[in-house]
């Protein structure tokens, strides 16, 4: 039983990554499947410094193309970053935060 630290997690439908952004290294939520993103995201014509989006590409949704990309958000931070895992026989495992 080793006490651990993880201060951030992700809604449901996205997963926690570790990124560098310039010299730092951050953490970010990047969704489990491509969704809909604005066209001009897979044209090119997105500004520059729009990074809500990674590996747009077009798609097919019946006689319609649409932009799809992996979206990217904040992590939502905890209040007990803290936690423990503990084994209790016949029961299994569980995760404690504090």
């Known amino acids: 039983m080793r006490p651990a630290y993880?201060?951030?997690?992700?809604?449901?439908g996205y997963r926690l990554v570790s990124r560098?952004?310039?010299e730092r290294r951050e953490a970010a939520c990047v969704s489990v499947e491509r969704q809909t993103v604005r066209n001009a995201?897979?044209?090119g014509s997105g500004s520059a410094g729009d990074s809500s989006s990674i590996s747009a590409r077009w798609a097919r949704e019946g006689d319609l193309a649409v932009c799809k990309a992996y979206v990217t958000q904040r992590p939502s931070r905890r209040e007990k970053p803290h936690f423990v895992d503990v084994t209790?026989?016949?029961v299994g495992r569980q995760r404690i935060w504090y």
């Open 20 to 22: 560098y952004g310039g």
């Open 88 to 90: 209790i026989d016949g």
């Open 6 to 12: 993880e201060p951030y997690y992700c809604h449901d």
């Open 41 to 43: 995201i897979c044209r």
